[in-house]
């Protein structure tokens, strides 16, 4: 009986409690990573991950905690641990280095340091600084004036990086796609200003976690709420008004941030243009987020962003049969992401999401002399669920693996005449893909100064029935259709995307680099000009339009200054794409029931070099 009440006593005297920090920067609430955390008495301490948490188990006792990370102030917390905590650290900003490049969340030397190229790391201390469109701070206009990044043109929906298309870019809200990024056929971005904390941009060597696109990946990121007290700020601008709340719900537990935008240019365009008394544009965007701390060890976020654009223009484009009076676009986006985070005490992570996206454009036409509206309506929704596990606890040696399966549903087109009774009324038939990927990256630092990055991404994509398929005999005639049933696979591809990045450092702050990435693409946008007005239609990949695949190289030179906190790189890239869509002359792809005989598929390359001093 003694030895079990001894037992007893010396668990309890070794009980252990976890002692979780969520650090992020107090004004842009943005998580930051590789913060110094030093504990007394015992010694002990580490520091932050990517997201921003550091998380350790200790004995029951009273702590003294230093938070140190440079450009920041040093905050001290003296802890009471009797159960396990998570404590908010939000660091201010020392006000003499406020305009420095310092002041990135990011480590100084990453540009010598990491095996990562033709990476953009951009905190919204960065985007701020870039001059404004008619007072809007804009993320993409920002992004633009960065090496290999380039407006598609004075009126477009989107950027091209690197040589490529529109939708070789995956452009990622908070996790979730974005497949119309612009409002006014370009002239802003659709993202709600206030509430970003930065974005990331990579070219070269993509982690093996994104897929999808071959270009880029352009990750946009919401602040995550941390916040103890109510905070309220907007503007009134000559295009659009804007207002963002932050505040606690819940007390430690629950936290939220909500900001929206609106904007009317109806009355703008007669007194700037009389020609366009009739034109009329409206637009509204806001973006929701709520932060839940569930105990020391687990956080779930909810993100929600909706889209609305609409503009009415004198005729300009009509379809056979339809006297209308005007061309109306509508577009509407609706994304939903949810994510839980689980950190365990070692210093490994446990990630998973749930991603929805819904975007719908549509194409109106008002009937002359009638209240009558024809209506071309299309559709693609995004679903996606994905679980991943970090380890991070040694710096020499870090790897992340997971998995991600993604449903691509596309509607290419239907005429609803309405009431008329000039046209017959045309459906065109969905679309179904599955995509299911497993992935892995190391990330190894065998030498002092030599690091590896290597990843592997393995991808099967699978086009799935009910889907009608037209048949060709072998001089390419049309000879019928085959119908396939539901969930019947009708086409399928599987393809692996390794990825390779080499870092070797010549002296303390110079450092050459190689990387290698090849990556597939399943669905594409078909079009022909530089706007992707709602005739426009997705498309995923069949057994006549075969996937996108691109290798990329690329060797850069990387230089740091740290006396003047600047930084340099010269990236040379070589880019070999194959399938790239291009269209016969003529072709007309609007409610097309088949559209394959209008593509042909070719191979492409893009090479260059981009000079960069930050």
């Not at 406020?98 to 960065?126: F, I, W, Y």
């Amino acid at each position: 009986m003694g030895l079990f009440l001894l037992g007893i006593h010396a668990w309890s005297f070794a009980q252990e409690y976890s002692l979780t920090l969520n650090i992020s920067d107090q004004e842009t609430e943005e998580p930051l990573n590789g913060v110094t955390v030093l504990i007394t008495p015992c010694n002990c301490g580490g520091i932050s991950n990517a997201s921003g948490i550091f998380s350790k188990r200790l004995p029951k006792g009273k702590y003294q905690l230093r938070v140190e990370y440079l450009g920041y102030g040093t905050q001290i917390l003296d802890v009471e641990l009797n159960k396990s905590e998570n404590f908010v650290v939000a660091m201010p900003v020392e006000e003499e280095q406020l305009s420095e490049v310092v002041l990135l969340a990011q480590k100084q030397n990453q540009n010598v340091e990491s095996p990562q190229m033709g990476v953009l790391e951009l905190n919204v201390r960065d985007l701020i600084k870039v001059p404004t469109a008619l007072g809007e701070f804009d993320v993409l206009k920002s992004i633009t004036l960065m090496a290999g990044v380039n407006s598609s043109g004075d009126i477009s929906n989107g950027v091209s990086i690197r040589g490529g298309s529109l939708d070789q870019n995956l452009l990622l809200y908070d996790g979730a796609p974005v497949f119309n990024p612009t409002h006014l056929f370009g002239l802003f971005s659709v993202f709600t200003p206030d509430v970003i904390s930065g974005v990331d941009i990579y070219r070269a060597n993509i982690p093996a976690k994104y897929g999808g696109r071959i270009a880029s990946v352009l990750e946009i990121k919401v602040k995550n709420p941390y916040t103890d007290s109510f905070k309220l700020e907007g503007g009134i601008g000559l295009i659009s008004s804007r207002l963002t709340l932050t505040a606690p719900i819940i007390k430690d537990k629950l936290m939220l941030i909500a900001g929206g935008r609106s904007g009317f240019s109806d009355i703008l365009f007669p007194l700037l243009i009389p020609r366009l008394k009739n034109t009329k544009a409206n637009f509204i965007d806001s973006t929701v987020k709520l932060l839940y701390l569930l105990n020391a060890n687990n956080q779930i976020t909810y993100t929600n962003f909706l889209s609305n654009d609409f503009y009415q223009l004198d005729l300009i484009s009509s379809i056979e049969n339809i006297v209308a009076e005007s061309n109306q676009y509508d577009f509407k986006t609706r994304n939903h992401s949810l994510k839980w985070l689980h950190t365990f005490t070692n210093e490994t992570n446990l990630t998973g999401r749930l991603v929805h996206s819904n975007y719908k454009p549509q194409n109106l036409f008002p009937e002359i002399d009638s209240d009558n509206i024809i209506k071309f309506t299309s559709q693609i929704q995004y679903s996606s669920a994905q679980l991943e596990y970090t380890d991070s606890k040694k710096e020499a040696l870090s790897y992340y693996a997971g998995f991600e399966m993604k449903r691509y549903q596309i509607r290419p087109g239907s005429l609803d005449p309405g009431t008329g009774t000039t046209i017959n009324p045309v459906q065109l038939n969905k679309e179904t893909g599955f995509e299911s990927s497993a992935y892995a990256n190391l990330d190894w630092k065998p030498l002092p100064d030599l690091t590896f990055s290597t990843g592997l991404r393995l991808t099967q994509f699978a086009l799935i029935g009910p889907f009608d398929e037209a048949q060709y005999d072998a001089d390419g005639l049309y000879e019928g259709v085959k119908s396939f049933g539901n969930q019947e696979t009708v086409s399928s591809y599987f393809n692996p995307e390794p990825r390779l990045g080499l870092n070797y450092k010549l002296r303390e702050n110079t450092s050459v680099k190689m990387s290698y990435a090849r990556i597939f693409q399943y669905i594409q946008n078909i079009y022909n000009t530089n706007t992707p007005l709602p005739t426009s239609r997705w498309k995923v990949s069949d057994r006549y339009i075969t996937p996108q695949k691109n290798n990329t190289y690329g060797v850069g030179l990387y230089q740091d200054f740290p006396n003047s906190n600047l930084e340099f790189s010269a990236e040379s890239y070589y880019r070999k794409t194959e399938n790239n869509l291009t269209y016969r002359p003529g072709a007309n792809f609007f409610l097309a029931e088949f559209i394959e005989k209008e593509i042909t598929q070719a191979e492409g390359k893009s090479y260059g070099v981009e000079l960069s001093l930050r």
